[in-house]
Each structure stands twice: as C-alpha cells, then as structure tokens.
C-alpha cells in the first residue's frame, strides 16, 4: 500500500478571485495527487491528513453499504456517519443500520431527519412520492442533508461506475455546491465488492435475499429479476433513476416543485 501523504488541503498555483468556489481546483488538485492511492490509504488521507473532522460518510446502509463503512472503521471509528432517515425506509434497513454501526464499533453515526414543518406543509399524507418524486426526496434527503453537512468541507459518497447511467463516468473527487465530494469506490465492481464482504464475513442487507439489490425508501424500491440492473428497482414508477442527493442543490430545486 501506498503511504498517504499528510498535508493539508493543498495550495493552489494561482490566488484566487475573492468569490471563487475553491473546491472546484482543490478537487481537481486531489483528483491528480491521490490518483494511485488505494482506497485504504485514500481514506486515511482524507482523514488523518487532509480534511480531519471536516469530512463525513453519507451512508443509506443499504445492499452494499456495509463495504464502505468497514473500510471507514479501520480508518476511525469515529469518522462521522451521516444517515438520512426519511421516514420512509424499510425497518430492515434500520434494524442493518445497528447491527453494522453495532459490529463495527462505529462511534459517530448521526440520524438526520427531515424537517416537520417541511413535512407538514409539503407532505402531510405522505404521499409526495406518488405524485412528485424528485419534491419528496427534496424535502426528505436533500434539504435535512443539506443542514447537517453545514460545517462539513467535503463528503463521501458510496457510488460506483458499474451502476451505470449517470454515474458511468463516475470521478473519484468532484466539487459540487461548494464541497468537495469523494466517490472513492468509484472504479469498485460487483465482483470487487463481493470478494470484500466474504473477506471480512460481512452481513448482507436482510433483504438482498429478497431480490432487492439496491435499496431505498421503501415506496421507491421494487426486487430486481435475477438478470437484471441491480438499479432498476429503484423508482420503477417513475422517470427517475438518481437520488435527488446527488444532483448540486440548484439542479435538485429545480427538478423539485417547491
Ligand atoms: S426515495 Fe421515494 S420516498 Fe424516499 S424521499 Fe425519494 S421519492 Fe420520497
């Protein structure tokens, strides 16, 4: 393995202009400098020598979440965990939830939920994710994420290319509304993700063996055929294939109807 480099968030070449979003150079300058860590040695880098307590796991702890989290646990157990409970998830999910957090030992997981005025103004049969999915998951991820990545400089996400679509060309660092994001299971496949989970006899989301292959709020995901796209059971009721918390804010407003 690669020792990390401990230094700070790395200086730029040229000052920049007063309003100028710095995580758009500062994600480029990472994209090149942590290009051949692996993703160990990328963690504890972003961790220990980078960002410290300016950095968070966002976490669904859904079908393939429990590889990322015990990365992040050999790093710290005190690694932040971020965790958006919608009110809408499947209880499976959060009995997985204290299991994983519970067997890792992870010591800062932080339940964030959405607003209830917001809730009662905008959902109050809750019933939003019927007519207008991308308002639902504004209202249930993107805006309680929002505030709790307040005081956050970068976060990190679990995507990878193999989903396809969107995230195909998926980098390891991007800079999106002023943070920059670290995708560092970006170049991971299924086979890679599997050989890990057997490694460390990892347990599997309770209803991976049900056929849900990636999981979200429950009125939102359908099982999955044997051959088919692990992510096509995800909004299969509307024209929807990516969580509202991955487009930058303005795109996810716009897309929303508030
Ligand atoms: S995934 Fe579905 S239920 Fe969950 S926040 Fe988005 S639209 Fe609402």
Redo the contacts with the bound molecule.
């Keep these: 393995m690669t020792a990390p480099t401990r230094s700070p968030i790395p200086a730029l070449k040229a000052t920049p202009a007063p309003d100028m979003d710095l995580s758009v150079p500062i994600a480029s300058v990472l994209l090149d400098r942590y290009r051949s860590l692996d993703t160990h040695a990328l963690l504890v880098a972003l961790r220990e020598g980078i960002y410290f307590n300016r950095i968070a796991l966002v976490s669904s702890f859904g079908a393939e979440s429990a590889v990322l989290l015990h990365l992040i646990s050999r790093v710290d157990v005190d690694f932040p965990v971020v965790f958006i409970d ?1 009110g ?1 998830l499947f209880g499976e999910t959060r009995t997985y939830r204290d299991r994983l957090v519970d067997n890792l030992g992870l010591r800062n997981l932080q339940i964030i939920k959405p607003d209830p005025k917001a809730l009662l103004r905008h959902d109050p049969k809750g019933l ?2 019927s007519k207008s ?1 991308d308002t ?2 504004y209202w ?2 993107v805006e309680p994420l929002e505030r709790a990545l307040q005081g956050y400089d970068a976060w990190i996400s679990g995507r990878k290319r193999f989903h396809g679509a969107a995230r195909s060309d998926l980098k390891r660092f991007e800079a999106v509304d002023g943070r920059v994001k670290i995708n560092p299971l970006a170049d991971w496949s299924r086979a890679d993700l599997d050989r890990y989970f057997e490694k460390y006899a990892l347990p599997r989301h309770p209803l991976e063996k049900e056929g849900y292959l990636s999981i ?2 429950m ?2 995901t359908d099982r999955v055929a044997d051959d088919g796209d692990p992510r096509s059971g995800r ?1 299969a009721h509307a024209r929807k294939t990516e ?2 918390i991955h487009f930058p804010l303005a795109e996810a407003r716009r897309r929303a109807v508030i």
Excluded: E
């Design positions: 919608t809408k939003l994710f999915p639902c998951c249930r991820k979200g709020c009125p939102c909004w969580c509202g």
